[in-house]
């Protein structure tokens, strides 16, 4: 069962959100044991969960606090797969006088925040030799998106340089690291956001399942091969 998730420990970050809980859903019915972070308890995704049967942990922390990222995974005994996904997208423009302080947070939860997680998460697979990685990136950072503002769209852009210095320096210890680079996805980060439909080829946003279901299969042993790939997700917005 190359799709399956049976027996893997799985972390999530930002699993309180709309595509994180989602990821929790399709990686717990793949049999997968959850390790949920978010800022707050990811408490009511992960009793969901755990009235279906699933293995769920919960942790709370900001994923801008280096060492409590460290000092989590640090304590976490396997880990075989990581989604990194947390994230924050401001609507503001970059002419507002607070927009330098705003760039700043932006990057450090999208960009660094990712850095935070993933180095002690490396260090932990590379001994282990085996595990995956999937960033969650975005459209944006791929063509400048339909609508975000430039920091976000500089974050994420980062967070697509480093999927593949991260996949060279991880794949020599069977380590593979890939990314999903979400379309516009109806969740709380683009509510109150309207978005021309018919700029996107399917004429519609994604569902945080139609996101979530590709994170997954970039989780399983279905996608052993694929290294250092952004798998575009986007409705046709963005052709690679
Ligand atoms: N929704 C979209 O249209 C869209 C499009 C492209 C990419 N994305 C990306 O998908 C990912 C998930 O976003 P979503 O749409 O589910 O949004 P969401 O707002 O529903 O979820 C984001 C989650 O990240 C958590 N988070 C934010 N800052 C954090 C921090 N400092 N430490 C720990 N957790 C933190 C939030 O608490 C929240 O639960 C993000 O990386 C986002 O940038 C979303």
Known sequence: MPFSLKGKVVVITGAAGGIGSETARVCAGLGATLILVDVRSPHEIADELRGTGASVQTAAFDVRDRKACEDFLGQVPRLDVIVANAGYCPWDDWNDPEWDDVF????DINALGVVNVLRPAFEKMTQQRAGRMVLVSSVAGRMGGLKASPHYVIA??????????????????????????????????????????????L????????????????????ASYICGTILDVNGGVYMN
């Open 104 to 107: 700043h947070e932006t990057v």
């Open 156 to 201: 994420k852009g980062g967070v697509n340089a480093l999927v593949k210095w991260l996949a060279r320096k991880g794949a020599p210890y069977g380590v593979t690291v890939n990314a999903v680079a979400p379309g516009a996805t109806a969740t709380n980060m683009v509510r109150n956001q309207v978005f021309d439909e018919q700029a996107i080829p």
């Open 203 to 222: 004429g519609r946003m994604a569902t945080p399942r139609e996101i979530a279901l590709p994170i997954a299969f970039l989780c399983s042993d279905a």
